[in-house]
């Protein structure tokens, strides 16, 4: 089962990214904890009970002493015992959708506890708490009456089956004593059979509880089924990963889970073309760190809004070693430029090159490591602030002192080792337990020790106060430093340094020069600063 567990998480973790779009965390949550629980249960329930293989064998063996005892009686109760299974499987198909509905249920309680708790903050600062509530008592009363009739639809067909043997049971008497009158059965072979028919009866049962479980168990494997099928594998990603792993000499036993029973010679030989046709990680490196990025006539819709065309024509060169600031109202494409530069996405038309090569000829797990993003809100992990600055690392490439180093760089250092266990101290979930100035230092720290050639920063200081920012602007100067990098920001003082500042609109570049050039054009980037859409400072 724990291999099972890791290769559907191995599946979900190389979906594409709509995928994600899709799905909310409650329910990959629950397809990984209560519906693969439900196959465990399953399988330990019927081995360890006196249902399944168990009940099985007690049928088999009792149906041939009884057919020993008693060639007269023993068809007929085997005909009966048909008829009442047929009846009960009858009966049982009606419950999947039952059984399908409490899954969903179930699912849909995860989905609320996990949106209410990682949002807490949010919550509190809108007083959501009864929003939330009454959220979750919704979907808690949903669950209870799916619950209520599934137990229903259990107890009506333990009944009916009780009913059906008891009747059988009684036809069976009558019978018997029938043969006893007449003088063809003596009174101790009809006792002997009536006592293993009870035999049968107990181990009938638990063959239909087995059923039953099997049901439950059908309807979680639908559910599996129906999220894994949504979408297709992100291939560039899934090659890579499998290479990866096929070259790397693997030790931690948590790590071989996903390695049992992954793609196998068939699948591998048959895209071995792929495989084959992506560029080596030297190169990626070497060219990243040398050449040019460019959005060539990009054109870009999100899987889930096919019909609403994001970027129309999108060209844009970022310089390597220079400093791109794009800009633009909300709605411009912005954020979406910096999705398909980290190839969460792929263009719908058009390509990104770097050097010139198209970077779909990289796998997506080498492309990661020539790409750094730092967000608005940096994710940090629920692990210490040291693991977090190494994070996405091997950890034979990283030692202490490197982490140390970089966290100087990132004005780090000094509130780091004022924490109570210093480099080990937890941050807590998502960094709670930090600032956001020091949320922020720690994800440039982490930016600066993986050393990539091209470097993002989406809105990197806007949450942050006066003092924070200062610390934080200084750590990504040093950062930037040589590196191709992009920079999104609203603030004049972020964009006005920048080598070439890029003003996106409906989808395109619609102005590019530096600072000093558009004003000089008087056009829309003029615009945004004298109305402080850009705000100064």
């Keep these: 089962m724990s291999t099972l567990r890791a290769q559907i998480f191995r599946r979900v973790l190389i979906q594409k990214a709509e995928f994600f779009d899709r799905y909310k965390v409650g329910e990959l ?90 949002a807490i903050r949010t919550v509190r600062s809108f007083g959501g708490e009864k929003h939330q509530m009454s959220m979750f008592g919704s979907r808690v009363l949903s669950y209870q009456a799916s619950g209520i009739k599934l137990g229903v639809f259990k107890s009506v067909n333990e009944s009916l089956t009780r009913i059906a043997v008891y009747i059988s049971l009684m036809a069976l008497y009558f019978l018997g004593g029938s043969k006893v009158k007449a003088g063809e059965l003596s009174v101790g072979t009809v006792a002997s059979f009536i006592g293993y028919t009870f035999t049968l009866t107990f ?99 999100y899987p889930l809004r096919p019909n609403v065309e994001i970027l129309s024509g999108l060209r844009l060169t970022l310089k390597c070693g220079t400093i791109t600031a794009l800009v633009g109202p909300s709605g411009a494409g912005k954020s979406t430029v910096v999705q398909l530069l980290a190839r969460f996405y792929e263009p719908t038309k058009g390509r990104i090159t770097v050097a010139g090569e ?29 693991e977090n600055i190494a994070y996405g690392l091997p950890d034979e490439d990283v030692s202490k002192d490197d982490v140390i180093k970089a966290a100087k760089a990132a004005n780090a250092h000094e509130f780091i080792i004022s924490l109570p266990q210093g480099y080990d101290t937890l941050v807590g979930e998502r960094g709670g337990l930090l600032s956001g100035g020091q949320r922020q230092r720690v994800a440039i720290a982490r930016a600066l020790l993986k050393n ?16 924070s920012e200062r610390l934080v602007q200084d750590a990504l100067n040093h950062l930037m430093k040589d590196r191709t990098t992009l920079v999104i920001a609203h603030r004049l003082s972020t964009v006005q340094n920048a080598h070439q500042i890029a003003l996106c609109s409906d989808g395109r570049v619609a102005e590019l020069g530096t600072h000093f050039e558009l004003l000089a054009r008087k056009g829309q980037y003029a615009s945004l600063v004298s109305t402080q859409r850009l705000a100064f400072e």
Excluded at 456 to 464: K, N, P, R, V
Aim: with cysteine.
């Design 203 to 301: 181990a009938v049962q638990g063959l239909v509880n087995t059923f039953s479980d099997l049901r439950g168990t059908f309807a979680a494997v639908e559910r599996i089924n129906s999220v894994l099928s949504e979408v297709e594998i992100d291939e560039a990603l899934a090659y890579g990963l499998e290479r990866e792993m096929q070259h790397k000499e693997v030790q931690d036993d948590s790590y071989k889970l996903f390695l049992i029973n992954g793609y196998d010679e068939k699948i591998l030989s048959k895209n071995m073309h792929y495989m084959s046709a992506l560029k080596s990680s030297s190169k990626v490196s070497s060219l990243a760190w040398s050449g040019d990025v460019g959005l060539e006539d990009v054109h870009f819709s």
């Design 29 to 118: 949550t629950g397809l990984l904890t209560s519906d693969l629980g439900s196959l465990k249960d399953v399988v330990s329930e019927n081995i360890s009970r006196d249902r399944g293989f168990r009940a099985l064998s007690e049928v088999t063996g009792t149906l041939l002493i009884l057919f020993a005892l008693s060639p007269q009686l023993a068809p007929i109760l085997g005909l009966l015992i048909l008829a009442v299974s047929v009846l009960v499987a009858v009966y049982k198909r009606s419950t999947v959708p039952v059984f399908k509905a409490h899954g969903l249920a179930q699912a849909s309680i995860s989905d609320c506890v996990t949106e209410t708790f990682s």
């Design 452 to 467: 990539a050639p091209i470097l993002i920063l989406d809105e990197a200081t806007s949450a942050l106060d006066a003092k």
């Design 358 to 386: 198209d970077v779909r000829t990289f796998d997506k797990s080498e492309w990661a490591r020539v790409v750094s993003i730092v967000n608005q809100e940096p994710v940090l992990f629920s692990v210490s602030v040291g």
